[in-house]
């Protein structure tokens, strides 16, 4: 059955919850009188969003030259990896450090597993993108990112701005395809899968909570899907 804005379906596990799509957005949230889940989850696929619009919880970050930190935008386009939408990071100029970056209001989190779909549309000096968690702000926070250029997958602290590489994992990314990040975070353990595999673990206690987001860098063109966030309580 397809879920429409406003459209609610209700599932029984332990307890009644229920979903509902807002915003191209799947909320899980218990009933009123319910016992509280054990997670919560949610799902932007964009399809339910208007084409040259960014979602309302989304708030694009700046450069350090003030600037704009990248131009985020819903995009409607046959290459959706499930349509008709993505969400779209389209301004293919930067400096080497232009970070282009964009979190999710509401998203504050310590424990999660957290992914998304994405397809290296061009780019010069950089391709791909990646996800962002516990973000602090835009200057602060994880980031998990996948270079087709560079064929690998590298995880990330960002420090007030400055990346500090914790871990390199060198693998085929064919430009071609929609690739698919994940991370599962617990306490200071990161564990990153990458395409169904997992590539990297991690134990950092730089940041404790925060927000999620995604990124991209310098000229990369990127085209984001189906991005997951399940918070565990």
């Not at 599932?11 to 957005?25: E, I, M, P, T």
């Not at 930190?69 to 959706?80: I, L, N, R, S």
Request: proline letters at 3%; a neutral charge; charged letters at 20%.
């Amino acid at each position: 059955m397809a879920l429409t804005p406003g459209m609610e379906l209700l599932v029984c596990s332990s307890a009644w919850l229920r979903f509902v799509l807002v915003a191209g957005s799947l909320v899980l949230a218990t009933i009123s009188g319910a016992s509280a889940p054990a997670s919560s989850s949610l799902l932007w696929n964009f399809d339910a969003n208007a084409p040259d619009t960014l979602p309302s919880n989304f708030e694009v970050g700046t450069l350090f030259d003030g600037k704009s930190a990248g131009e985020w935008k819903v995009v409607q386009t046959d290459k959706a990896k499930s349509l008709p939408n993505v969400l779209a990071q389209l301004l293919g100029k930067g400096a080497e450090h232009a970070y282009k970056v964009v979190l999710i209001k509401g998203t504050d989190a310590t424990n999660l597993d957290l992914s998304v779909s994405f397809l290296a549309i061009k780019g010069k000096a950089d391709m791909g993108g990646g996800l962002i968690w516990r973000a602090a702000d835009d200057r602060n926070y994880y980031l998990v990112r996948a270079n087709p250029l560079e064929q690998n997958v590298r995880l990330y602290r960002v420090l007030n701005g400055v990346r500090h590489m914790l871990k390199n994992y060198d693998t085929i990314i064919d430009v071609r395809k929609w690739h698919t990040l994940q991370v599962v975070v617990r306490g200071c353990h990161v564990a990153v899968i990458f395409d169904g595999n997992s590539t990297l673990e991690h134990c950092d206690e730089t940041f404790e909570r925060g927000r999620i987001g995604l990124w991209t860098k310098s000229d990369a063109v990127t085209y984001f899907d189906d991005l997951r966030l399940e918070i565990e309580r």
